[in-house]
């Protein structure tokens, strides 16, 4: 088997517009897991929904595309553990942002 890029997370990352905070600075570019390194990919997107399930416009926050890539021969169904160390290690890192900032991430194993 050849080895191949594999998205482990896929989801976004908000914060209003008046936040003088750079996720892009905040979040290492690279996380080291016990069997892998993974990379962070942050990407400035339009709102990809008009509003928040409260009814709150999403017009008033930044937006940016985050997904976790990780390169392996392994079939990507076998990740799961993968994702679960890596949940572990982001999660502290994102709680640590400021007041106002939301994410929403998502397993999506799939070779690229």
């Known amino acids: 088997m050849s080895e ?5 997370l896929q989801g976004y990352l908000w914060l209003p517009h008046e936040l003088v905070w750079d996720p892009e600075e905040a979040l290492p570019a690279v996380l080291e897991l016990s ?3 993974v990379s962070l990919l942050l990407e400035p997107v339009e709102p990809p929904f008009a509003f928040f399930d409260d009814g709150t416009p999403s017009a008033g926050q930044r937006f940016y595309q985050l997904t976790a890539l990780a390169v392996s021969e392994r079939d990507p169904r ?11 290690k982001l999660a502290p890192l994102l709680e640590a942002s400021p007041p106002g900032v939301g994410w929403l991430l998502l397993e999506d194993l799939r070779a690229l």
């Open 4 to 8: 191949k890029a594999i998205r482990l």
């Open 78 to 88: 076998e990740l799961h553990d993968w994702v679960a160390e890596l949940e572990e």
């Open 35 to 37: 069997e892998a390194s």
